[in-house]
């Protein structure tokens, strides 16, 4: 079992909240970070984690998004290779809608080089 402390966490102003170890510190108090996105550094184990609210986009199925802006990400960063470690199934949020349209939920982590 891992010996990490857990914690919730507020996530854009306290709109949302995550439960994370605690050894992830907040990017925001070295430096700014856009308004859409949570940042959150170990620096000893060379990690992070990163929550970022994106655009809709409609060529892309919400059960693979997650996956595809992952993927988006790491040819941005002109990463040399990507693995896909993990993905969630799309599902409603609940009390969470833009207008009167329910907001979807995707997860995928990875791993870039």
């Given at each position: 079992?891992?010996?990490?402390l857990y914690s919730?966490?507020?996530l854009f102003?306290?709109?949302?909240?995550?439960?994370?170890p605690l050894r992830f510190?907040?990017?925001?108090?070295?430096r700014q970070v856009p308004d859409h996105q949570e940042v959150f550094v170990d620096p000893a184990r060379d990690e992070s984690l990163i929550f970022e609210l994106l655009d809709y986009k409609h060529e892309v199925g919400d059960d693979?998004?997650?996956?595809?802006?992952?993927?988006?990400?790491?040819?941005?960063?002109?990463?040399?290779?990507?693995?896909?470690?993990?993905?969630?199934?799309?599902?409603?949020?609940?009390g969470l809608r833009y207008r009167n349209i329910p907001a979807v939920v995707t997860t995928a982590v990875g791993q870039m080089v």
């Open positions: 079992m891992s010996a990490d919730e966490r507020p102003g306290g709109a949302i909240s995550t439960t994370f510190q907040d990017v925001s108090n070295i693979g998004s997650a996956v595809w802006f992952l993927q988006d990400l790491a040819v941005e960063q002109d990463g040399e290779g990507f693995t896909l470690l993990e993905q969630s199934a799309a599902v409603e949020a609940p």
